[in-house]
């Protein structure tokens, strides 16, 4: 055993027995300029984790509120949570309890817990990346570097976690930040990918229900989302797409016409019902904050040439449809913040339901794609599940993925997707839903529901 493991070992035994963690002086004794954050503060725990869990919780000096949790039978590694979305809302102090509770079966299996809210709401990949590996940062100064540091990112996250393990894998000594990367119903297909059909959904609805903007209200490009200056809210929207589409009303009351409008843009877009109105308030508010807040206005999005199929009458869509070319700075930049270089150097197990009609099943087969183009498939392992949710997946299933992780560390035995599906099966007992994995699913790049 090396004096660094021991010394680490240490300080987490420390850590637990009820040290403090390091205080801010202490950590700028070697480095006086240096802005430090803050040593996290003691927390009662929430009861949705293990009774012996301690907590803590804090603000990072960048603006991130976070919270830590740390199961009495800690198994010495640590997975750092990146949260989906992005919100678009001011972070609150606890708001990273949603997600402490979404994933508390990691800490019931042994494993410490942080997750933050990033410093701001709204977009931004590597802001939010460069808050996350902040995040493992005061973990490490306060308890001791674990024997594991786990990064893992669901939805949104799943594509800062990917950038955090591109952007911090390793230190300027060249030390492993980041043992292993976990990525759960990922946006991992890039940005510049991703959010195309958005836009497109934003075009065909307009074409079918003309009210988003109304006739009378002022015009703006719809790639732009919403003008900064509008007070359009979601439960406004929502009444919008219900009186254009019926969406939200019985079936037995919807006219002819509103049948024939949904019939048509679910069609062309491949979105389905559920889901038209999320869709369409993230190609508004959300494209709202990431064109005009953070691309300075630039387009990164275009239909000049899309040909949309799927209507009563395409020829008409594709001669009324409004038409919007990209602005290759908007593109560079769009891609600089959230596109991926697949030059993963830490191992990487990911799943996603097939049938996700949020963030589509093709986002892994573009992210395959992306890593095999770096050379780096032999760090990848894909797994797919049956189900259709989101932002929650079968809670063995992910015991099944932390614990095939921890094995490809420990035992350096990469792990299959049917191996995967055997432990979560071994975990299935211990909680309420099963395991549903498909473990001979492969999806294509253009996978929507399967």
């Known amino acids: 055993m090396t004096d660094r493991l021991v010394r680490s070992l240490g300080a987490l035994v420390a850590a ?7 205080t801010q002086a202490q950590e700028t004794q070697t480095a006086v300029t240096a802005v430090v ?18 907590c803590w919780s804090g603000r990072a000096v960048k603006g991130g509120y976070y919270w830590i949790a740390v199961p009495q039978d800690w198994n010495g590694a640590l ?3 990146a949260h989906g979305g992005p919100r678009t809302s001011a972070p609150e102090p606890n708001d990273p309890l949603e997600d402490m ?31 996350t590996d902040d995040l493992r940062q005061i973990f490490w100064n306060a308890f001791g570097k674990p024997r594991r540091t786990l990064v ?3 939805s949104w996250g799943g594509n800062v976690a990917a950038k955090t393990a591109e952007l911090y894998a390793r230190d300027a000594e060249g030390q492993v930040m980041w043992d292993g990367v976990v990525l759960t119903n990922g946006v991992i297909g890039g940005g510049t990918r991703t959010y195309r059909f958005r836009a497109d959904l934003r075009a065909v609805y307009q074409f079918y229900c003309n009210n988003h903007p109304l006739p009378n209200e002022p015009r703006y490009p ?15 929207l929502a009444e919008r797409v219900k009186i254009c589409t019926g969406v939200g009303l019985p079936l037995a009351e919807r006219s002819a016409e509103q049948k024939r409008n949904l019939a048509n843009i679910l069609a062309v877009t491949g979105v389905n019902e559920e889901q038209l109105v999320p869709h ?34 395409d020829e008409a869509l ?45 986002n892994d087969a573009l992210y395959r794609e992306t890593v095999a183009a770096a050379g780096r498939s032999d760090l990848l392992v894909q797994t797919f599940t049956d189900e259709s949710e989101h932002s929650r997946l079968s809670p063995p299933e992910y015991v099944g993925l932390f614990q095939a992780m921890m094995r490809w560390l420990d035992e350096g035995v990469k792990p299959t997707p049917a191996d995967v599906a055997r432990l979560c099966q071994v975990a299935a007992p211990r909680y309420e839903d099963g395991c549903h994995f498909d473990t001979t699913f492969k999806p294509s790049t253009d996978s929507r529901a399967n």
């Open 280 to 313: 369409l308030a993230w190609a508004t508010f959300l494209f709202r904050d990431m064109v005009l807040r953070r691309l300075d206005g630039l387009n990164p999005f275009d239909n000049s040439r899309t040909v949309y199929q799927g209507s009563h009458d």
């Open 101 to 131: 509770e979404r994933f508390s079966m990691t800490v019931k299996e042994g494993f410490a817990w942080a997750g933050s809210t990033y410093r701001r709401g709204g977009y931004g990949v590597r802001m939010a990346a460069e808050d």
């Open 222 to 236: 719809l790639w732009q989302g919403l003008p900064l200056e509008s007070d359009l809210n979601r439960a406004q």
């Open 152 to 154: 893992h990112g669901q």
């Open 37 to 54: 954050d803050p040593a996290p503060a003691p927390a009662d725990c929430p009861d949705f984790v293990p009774q012996q869990t301690r």
């Open 16 to 22: 637990w027995a009820g040290i403090a963690p390091m």
């Open 318 to 362: 594709n001669a009324g449809v409004q038409r919007f070319a990209a602005d290759p700075m908007g593109v560079a930049r769009l891609a600089y913040d959230a596109d991926l270089s697949g030059l993963i150097v830490a191992p990487t197990l990911t799943i996603h339901a097939k049938n996700d009609a949020t963030a589509f099943v093709s």
């Open 79 to 81: 997975i750092v949570h």
